[in-house]
């Protein structure tokens, strides 16, 4: 038994989700004027001092709840083709020595998230419940499943917002959400594609979902996630378009979302593996140019044109 395998154990593959605690900062005080009154939160190093550790937080907890699904589904788990090869179906580690981990992880996290603040607490705490009805019962529900899942996506998010003291936006809850059925739906998608016939053994939930309705239904949740992100640049950036051209992000974003869409139904790991996703050139180009556009238009934009300006009068006779 290797330190490795109870790393592995721990999926840490999957802790980009817990990323989500930062993303309330981005969008938190943005200043709409040049030079800057103050300097914005998402550019100031000590906002994230907490963010961090309520990311840290997170990743204990979330790993606890997935040596508990492990442990629950490990016969399951056993004769699934790829999930034979985690740590406890494959023997690597021992059942009792993982709930000791899980416990400690679970206890540490908690006490962490304690000691930032209580509102993040409660929002850890509401995380718990959500898996732990998520792994008894809801996984087996259709559509409840993701929508659960999507909940799970919105406590993250708006946890950074407690952690920042301030108060979460809309998008925070509707974008994320949505975007969290993409990647449920489409993982749902891309598991039907890889186990085929044996689906539903592996997952009772299969008897119910079939191509058509997790087409429709990724289709679905990329187009509200697609509209409820213009919509807020809109709202809220639209009316200072020459200061903050936000809306000049929202290309690239449904560029990004076709992408993954597409892999989804070319039968990539992507689909069930979110986390390879900018192993795919097509998404990591586009989310760099996404991050580029995102905060340029947010924060650089008359800064950057005044530099330009000054540079054409220089160059000019």
Same mark, same amino acid.
């Given at each position: 038994m290797a330190a490795k395998d109870y790393l592995k154990l721990m999926r840490p593959a999957q802790w980009y989700k817990n990323a989500l605690v930062f993303l309330a900062i981005i969008f938190y005080q943005v200043p709409d004027v040049w030079p800057w009154p103050v300097l914005p939160p998402a550019l100031d190093w000590t906002k994230y001092i907490p963010l961090i550790w309520g990311f840290i937080a997170f990743c204990a907890v979330s790993s606890a709840t997935y040596i508990i699904n492990d442990i629950q589904d490990l016969e399951a788990d056993a004769v699934h083709p790829e999930k034979k090869n985690r740590p406890l179906p494959s023997g690597t580690v021992s059942r009792s020595t993982s709930l000791v981990l899980a416990f400690g992880l679970l206890i540490s996290g908690l006490a962490l998230? @304690?000691?930032?603040?209580?509102?993040?607490?409660? /929002?850890?705490?509401?995380? =718990?419940?959500?898996?732990? @009805?998520?792994? /008894?019962? @809801?996984?087996?529900?259709?559509v409840v499943d993701v929508v659960t899942i999507g909940v799970g996506f919105v406590i993250r998010a708006i946890s950074g917002a407690f952690l920042l003291r301030a108060p979460f936006t809309s998008w925070l809850v509707i974008g994320v959400f949505f975007f969290a059925l993409v990647l449920g739906f489409g993982k749902r998608k891309n598991e039907l594609q890889y186990l085929g016939e044996d689906a539903a =053994?592996?997952?009772?939930?299969?008897?119910?979902?079939?191509?058509? =309705?997790?087409?429709?239904?990724? %289709?679905?949740? /990329? %187009?509200?996630?697609?509209?409820?992100?213009?919509?807020?640049?809109?709202?809220?950036?639209?009316?200072?378009?020459?200061?903050?051209?936000?809306? @000049?992000?929202?290309?690239?974003? /449904?560029?990004?979302i076709l992408r993954y869409i597409y892999l989804i139904h070319s039968g990539s790991p992507v689909g069930r593996k979110p986390h390879l996703a900018f192993k795919d050139k097509g998404i990591l180009i586009g989310g760099i140019i996404f991050v580029i556009s995102l905060v340029w238009t947010l924060f650089f934009w008359e800064m950057g044109s005044e530099f330009l300006e000054s540079i054409f009068i220089l160059l000019l006779p």
């Open positions: 998230a @304690l000691y930032l603040y209580w509102m993040f607490f409660v /929002a850890v705490i509401l995380y =718990i419940i959500n898996s732990q @009805l998520y792994n /008894a019962f @809801l996984r087996k529900r259709v =053994i592996h997952k009772p939930v299969f008897n119910k979902y079939n191509d058509n =309705i997790l087409d429709n239904a990724i %289709t679905m949740s /990329a %187009t509200w996630f697609v509209f409820f992100y213009t919509m807020y640049c809109y709202n809220v950036f639209g009316d200072n378009m020459a200061a903050q051209p936000v809306m @000049l992000s929202v290309p690239v974003m /449904a560029g990004l």
